[in-house]
């Protein structure tokens, strides 16, 4: 495994539509691997393909029950809504509110190649939201209905703390 390197916002590969994957070689399985790795040395719930630098429709999800492979996703449903702060590994130091369905149902393929149906909630359906914009050239930053400033961010953070 080996980190990759970050695609930071104002590169407009963040802004294209990514291409599907139709066929899962050894070259996808170790980027897959690749991005799980940059994911954790980051520290962030999610990451997608674009975000390295490969346009292809392929995210990871990690919200702490394990990594969920998202090749080639569909949201098939969604369910309810929620608002909150939310960022992105690609826009650092930047924090928005924005709200999301509060559960979603995403049919995707793993990286063994299988296609399954996942349902998550909170948290969890956030990050698949916002990790399938990605692979649409959506950024949250257009989503959000107020970008945080930088006292507001602090003052968020703190209280998330206590
Ligand atoms: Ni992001």
Known sequence: MALRNMVIEGDERLSKVCRPVTVINDHIVKLIEDMEETLADQNGVGLAAPQVGVMR???????????????????????????????????????????????????????????????????????????????????????????LTPEEAKKYFNEDRR
């Open 57 to 147: 429709r392929i995210a990871i999800v990690d919200t702490g029950d394990g990594i969920l492979d998202l090749i080639d996703p569909h949201i098939l449903e969604t369910e309810g809504s929620q608002t909150g702060v939310e960022g992105c590994l690609s826009c650092p130091d930047r924090w928005g509110v924005v709200t999301r369905p509060m559960k979603v149902t995403v049919r995707a393929t793993n990286r063994k190649g299988e296609c399954y149906t996942y349902t998550g909630e909170g948290l969890t359906a956030r990050c698949i939201c916002h990790e399938c914009d990605h692979l649409d050239g959506i950024l949250f930053t257009q989503k959000a209905e107020h970008m």
